[in-house]
């Protein structure tokens, strides 16, 4: 399928730096060991209520809501009254990789790095051993899934944050036996313990020798100590907005304290980035955080300026249609910065018919070498991966391409 959409920046990848997959609803109640399976992340049709429900750890995290993960495109009155969607009635994009590539033919996009939808959960299961098998099986299906389209999908594997030592196995199987570009964790707590305890210091350690990066992607979940957890109850019937500011929450925190804690000081070849939170944000986090360094607040130093660390080896991904990109470019450097569709979950609206395009428009506006970063320099660095530029469905070359 040839694509339409006009590309602006010859010879430069299209890289969406966090795209998701829609694993199969049942993947792991299938393959866990049976004393897991009761508690197994899955989707489960409410015969009662005529909707998809989304369970985990033998909780309805999301009553009715199961589907959200692929509303990427789907008119309001859908969203409104989801009634009688089906799992399988969601985007095939989202589902199979075959489909994945013909979207991604549609709207330009070179490369995929996927994250997953159910799989964010993982981060919530609270016993080790049931973690450790639903961390492996995602990964196993992650690496299958990708190996359909190599050069057009990559994938981020998941660790069983609740037993660090397991975590570490994971990392190194998920990138030297699978392949995958990098490694994410949720930046909230697991089991009590945040991602700069002393216990994950060899994690970042083998994290770092891998040359990978640690994505901190937030699902915003009450399974686990963050800000849905603290303000859930609080936005209950006012409005959905909660999501945008719980994930930002989360991840802030979490990044920060790692930075604070001399996470960055003992792994200088660490790469973070930090996801779903929009870009915004930076340009006061570096100012107000550089500013406190210097007035010196109680507790140990940092080798450097919280800025500085951005510089060396943090990443933010901004959407789209975010108009932040031009401000925050100014006062952190702009390699630091990718863009991610979030595709096909929800924020993809009905009147949306291509990430790309919105994300051309405000890319116009930016200085020509700062838009090529954002559009895919940066993220083929940083996940250190390989790209072929795909016109019009036929692969080419980069000479060619310029």
């Known amino acids: 399928m040839t694509t339409s959409i006009n590309r602006p920046y010859p010879g430069v990848p299209v890289i969406d730096a966090d795209g998701h997959v829609l694993e199969p609803r049942d993947l792991w109640a299938n393959k866990l060991p049976a004393k897991y399976r009761d508690q197994a992340i899955e989707i489960r ?20 809501l199961g589907t959200t993960n692929g509303w990427a495109r789907l008119p309001r009155s859908v969203r409104d009254d989801p009634t009688g969607l089906r799992w ?37 299961l609270t016993d080790p051993g049931h973690a450790i098998a639903a961390c492996s099986i995602y990964n196993d299906w992650l690496a299958e899934y990708v190996r359909v389209a190599p050069n057009r999908l990559a994938g981020v594997g998941a660790l069983p944050m609740q037993d ?3 975590a570490v196995h994971e990392a190194e199987r998920a990138i030297r036996e699978l392949g995958f570009c990098g490694l994410f964790v949720r930046p909230n707590p697991v089991n009590g313990l945040w991602a700069h305890h002393a216990v994950y210091d060899p994690l970042w350690e083998t994290i770092a020798g891998l040359g990978v990066p640690i994505g901190l992607h937030p699902a915003g979940f009450p399974d686990t100590f963050g800000a849905a957890q603290l303000y859930g109850e609080q936005w209950r019937g006012i409005t959905p907005m909660g999501k945008v500011i719980n994930f930002m929450i989360d991840t802030v925190t979490c990044f920060t304290m790692m930075m604070s804690a001399g996470i960055f000081d003992r792994y200088p070849d660490l790469k ?24 010196r607040l ?43 569709s979030d595709f096909p979950h929800l924020d993809i609206l009905w009147d949306e018919p291509s990430v790309t395009e919105e994300l051309y428009e405000r890319l116009d506006l930016l200085d020509d070498g700062v838009a090529r970063q954002i559009l895919g320099l940066n993220a083929q ?13 036929r692969s080419i070359s980069r000479s060619s391409a310029g």
Do not use: C
């Open 88 to 124: 399988e009635d969601l985007t095939a994009a989202g589902r199979n990789a075959k489909d994945r590539v013909v979207e991604l033919d549609r709207d330009g996009i070179d490369l995929a790095v996927l994250y997953p939808s159910l799989g964010l959960v993982l981060g919530g």
């Open 164 to 166: 660090p030592e397991a």
């Open 298 to 340: 109680a507790g140990p130093s940092l080798e450097l300026l919280p800025s500085e660390y951005v510089k060396r080896q943090v990443w933010f991904s901004g959407d789209p249609d975010e108009s932040s990109f031009e401000a925050v470019s100014k006062v952190i450097p702009s390699n630091r910065l990718l863009w991610a």
């Open 45 to 64: 049709w409410n015969e009662s209520t005529q909707l998809e429900d989304e369970w985990a750890g033998g909780v309805n995290i999301m009553p009715g």
């Open 381 to 393: 660095e940083v996940y250190g991966i390989d790209v072929e530029l795909h016109v019009g469905g």
């Open 272 to 295: 973070v980035i930090v996801l779903e939170s929009g870009v915004g944000w930076v340009q006061w986090w570096a100012e107000k955080m550089d500013h406190w360094y210097k007035a």
